[in-house]
């Protein structure tokens, strides 16, 4: 009489973990991703508020502050947060002042007040997206 075949049949298990790891990895930088973007637009709604605003007509700093997509360098992701092209080149004026005006910073202050709420935040949303995940 013949034996029965109990068990399960493991082929394929090594590329079905493989499929894990990487499936795993790509929700991983998701999660990095938004929570740097978010983290990001704390920063830029700091600035938004701390700028300070003419009267001319034309387009202000405080309008063209935007959060950059998630870009990375050796090894390190990184959102870039401030004023686009279009008024980029006036922050300089506010931010460390002119022969003929004060200086008025609104980066460095934006990010020395918020740098541990951000932190805090970017920590919350990846613990809260590790447990949902």
Do not use: C
Not at 35 to 50: D, K, M
Not at 81 to 86: D, E
Not at 98 to 119: G, L, Q
Request: charged share 30%.
């Amino acid at each position: 009489m013949g034996r029965k075949k109990t068990g399960v049949d493991l082929d394929g298990s090594e590329a079905m973990m493989a499929r894990i790891r990487l499936k795993m990895e790509a929700a991983r930088s998701r999660l990095e991703n938004s929570s740097l973007r978010a983290g990001g637009e704390i920063f830029a709604q700091a600035q938004r508020e701390t700028v300070i605003r003419s009267d001319a007509r034309h387009l202000h700093i405080q309008d063209n502050i935007k959060v950059s997509g998630v870009r990375s360098a050796d090894g390190m992701k990184f959102v870039l947060i401030g004023p686009g092209k279009k008024t980029g080149w006036r922050t300089h004026f506010l931010e460390f002042g002119t022969k003929k005006m004060n200086p008025r910073p609104f980066i460095y202050p934006s990010f020395h007040e918020n740098k541990d709420r951000v932190a805090q935040f970017m920590a919350s949303e990846m613990k809260k997206g590790l447990s949902e995940g």
